[in-house]
C-alpha cells in the first residue's frame, strides 16, 4: 500500500493548535497531497486524540470525522497485533526498567506495527522517544521524521 503514516502527536498539534508545529503539518500535508503521497493512521489516533475533546469542562468534538479526512484510519488486525507484540517483547528485554512499566510504549508499538503491516514508508510523530523506536527495534524499511516538509515554501504573497 506504502505512504505515510501519523502518529496521534501530528493529529495533536492541528487540533489544539500548536502554531509553529500546526503550520508545519500543513505545510508536509500540502506537500504529500501535491506528491499523491496517501496518509495513514491507526483507530487507537481517535482514541488518544478525543481524550482531549473528553476533559471535564470542554464541548465534545468529533476526533474521528476530523482524523479522518486527513488520513485513512486502519483498525487492528492479527498481524498487527503480533507485531506489536514482538515490538514490546524486544523493548522490554533492551529497554531499562525505568521505560518498561509506560503505557504509551504499548501504544507506540501498535502505531509502529500498523505502519509496517501497511508497507509505509514514511512514520511521522512529534513525540521523540516514539521516532527513537525505529533505532531501539532495528526498523530498516520505514523512515521516522517530524511531521515538516522537505521543502521549504517561498513566502510568495498569494495575490501577485
Known amino acids: 500500500m506504502g505512504g505515510a ?7 495533536i ?6 502554531k509553529d508545529r ?3 503539518v500543513k505545510a508536509l500535508l500540502k506537500e504529500l497531497k501535491r506528491d499523491k503521497v496517501r ?3 491507526s483507530i487507537i489516533t481517535v482514541q488518544e486524540a478525543s481524550v482531549i475533546a473528553y476533559k471535564r469542562g470542554t464541548i465534545p468534538k468529533d476526533y474521528h470525522g476530523k482524523v479522518g479526512r486527513i488520513a485513512d484510519i486502519h483498525t487492528i488486525d492479527k498481524q498487527i497485533a503480533v507485531t506489536a507484540a514482538k515490538h514490546e517483547a524486544t523493548l522490554v528485554d533492551t529497554l531499562s526498567a525505568q521505560d ?9 508499538c501498535f502505531h509502529i506495527a500498523t ?3 501497511l508497507g509505509c514508508n514514511t512514520f511521522y510523530a512529534w ?8 533505532d531501539h527495534l532495528k526498523i530498516a524499511d520505514i523512515t521516522f521524521s517530524e511531521p515538516k516538509p ?6 510568495f504573497d498569494k495575490t501577485s
Open 39 to 41: 496518509i495513514h493512521t
Open 22 to 24: 500546526a503550520a508545519q
Open 100 to 108: 518498561q512499566n509506560k503505557p504509551r510504549r504499548k501504544w507506540d
Open 115 to 117: 505502519a509496517q503491516s
Open 13 to 18: 498539534s492541528i487540533f489544539k493548535p500548536e
Open 5 to 11: 503514516y501519523f502518529d496521534t502527536s501530528v493529529f
Open 150 to 155: 522537505r521543502s521549504a515554501e517561498l513566502p
Open 127 to 134: 513525540d521523540d522517544k516514539l521516532l527513537k523506536r525505529r
